[in-house]
C-alpha cells in the first residue's frame, strides 16, 4: 500500500495513517495466525481505513472547494454540505445549526472520488467501471453484515470474501495514488512536511 500524501502531524493525516496500520497490522496476524475472528477484523479494517481515507479527501477538497464557492459562487451548497457532512436546519427557536448528515458509506466513497477525481481533472468513469469498485461494494457489504449480525452465518468469511477484500484495498490504494498523484501535480497536494523548498 502506498500512503497517500498525508501530513502526519495534522490529526487527519494520523488518522490515515493509524488505520492503514490497523489494516497492515490486522492482514500480518492472518498470515500468522488463520482464524475467523481475525477474518472479521481485516474486513473491518479495511473498510474503516476506506471510510477515513474518504473523510480526509473530503477534507482536502472542502479546503480547496470553500474558498473558491465563497470567491465565485460556483461550487453548488449541495457539494459543500457533503463534504463537510453536514446540512442546515434550524432549531424549536428558528435558529440556524448544522446537523450531522449519515450518506451510505458507498454513496460517499463514490462521491468522495468523483469529486476529487473532477477537482483534479482525472475521469472517474474508468476508475469506478471496472471490478475494483464491485469488491469494495462487495466488502462494505459484507462488513455491514458482520456488525450487524442477524444469525451465526453473517459472521462467517469465506476465502472468497477476503480476496474480494484484498482486491478491494489493492484497487482503493491504486485509484488513490492516481488522483493524489494528479493533486500533487496540479500543485494543490503537497508532500507534506518534507517538502523541499
Same mark, same amino acid.
Request: charged share 25%; net charge negative.
Given at each position: 500500500?502506498?500512503?497517500?500524501?498525508?501530513?502526519?502531524?495534522? @490529526?487527519?493525516?494520523?488518522? =490515515?495513517?493509524?488505520?492503514?496500520?490497523?489494516?497492515? +497490522?490486522?492482514?500480518?496476524?492472518?498470515?500468522?495466525?488463520?482464524?475467523?475472528?481475525?477474518?472479521?477484523?481485516?474486513?473491518?479494517? =479495511?473498510?474503516?481505513?476506506?471510510?477515513?481515507?474518504?473523510?480526509?479527501?473530503?477534507?482536502?477538497?472542502?479546503?480547496?472547494?470553500?474558498?473558491?464557492?465563497?470567491?465565485?459562487?460556483?461550487?453548488?451548497?449541495?457539494?459543500?454540505?457533503?463534504?463537510?457532512?453536514?446540512?442546515?436546519?434550524?432549531?424549536? *427557536?428558528?435558529?440556524?445549526?448544522?446537523?450531522?448528515?449519515?450518506?451510505?458509506?458507498?454513496? +460517499?466513497?463514490?462521491?468522495?472520488?468523483?469529486?476529487?477525481?473532477?477537482? =483534479?481533472? =482525472?475521469?472517474?468513469?474508468?476508475?469506478?467501471?471496472?471490478?475494483?469498485?464491485?469488491?469494495?461494494?462487495?466488502?462494505?457489504?459484507?462488513?455491514?453484515?458482520?456488525?450487524?449480525?442477524?444469525?451465526?452465518? +453473517?459472521? +462467517?468469511?469465506?476465502?472468497?470474501?477476503?480476496?474480494?477484500?484484498?482486491?478491494?484495498? *489493492?484497487?482503493?490504494?491504486?485509484?488513490?495514488?492516481?488522483?493524489?498523484?494528479?493533486?500533487? *501535480?496540479?500543485?494543490?497536494?503537497?508532500?507534506?512536511?518534507?517538502? @523541499?523548498?
Amino acid at each position: 500500500m502506498t500512503v497517500p500524501r498525508v501530513d502526519q502531524t495534522d @490529526p487527519k493525516g494520523e488518522l =490515515v495513517q493509524l488505520l492503514l496500520d490497523d489494516v497492515l +497490522h490486522s492482514s500480518e496476524e492472518l498470515t500468522r495466525s488463520e482464524s475467523a475472528a481475525g477474518r472479521r477484523s481485516y474486513i473491518r479494517c =479495511v473498510v474503516t481505513f476506506i471510510e477515513g481515507l474518504c473523510a480526509y479527501m473530503r477534507w482536502l477538497l472542502l479546503q480547496r472547494v470553500a474558498g473558491v464557492s465563497l470567491r465565485t459562487g460556483t461550487v453548488p451548497l449541495t457539494t459543500l454540505a457533503l463534504l463537510l457532512e453536514q446540512s442546515p436546519t434550524c432549531d424549536d *427557536n428558528g435558529d440556524e445549526k448544522l446537523d450531522y448528515q449519515r450518506v451510505p458509506v458507498l454513496a +460517499h466513497a463514490k462521491f468522495t472520488i468523483k469529486r476529487f477525481a473532477r477537482e =483534479v481533472s =482525472v475521469d472517474s468513469a474508468p476508475l469506478l467501471g471496472d471490478n475494483g469498485w464491485n469488491n469494495v461494494r462487495a466488502t462494505i457489504n459484507l462488513r455491514n453484515r458482520l456488525v450487524h449480525p442477524k444469525e451465526v452465518a +453473517h459472521l +462467517h468469511v469465506s476465502d472468497k470474501d477476503m480476496r474480494a477484500a484484498t482486491s478491494a484495498f *489493492n484497487w482503493f490504494d491504486g485509484v488513490i495514488g492516481t488522483l493524489f498523484d494528479a493533486g500533487g *501535480n496540479a500543485g494543490w497536494i503537497s508532500e507534506g512536511p518534507d517538502d @523541499p523548498e
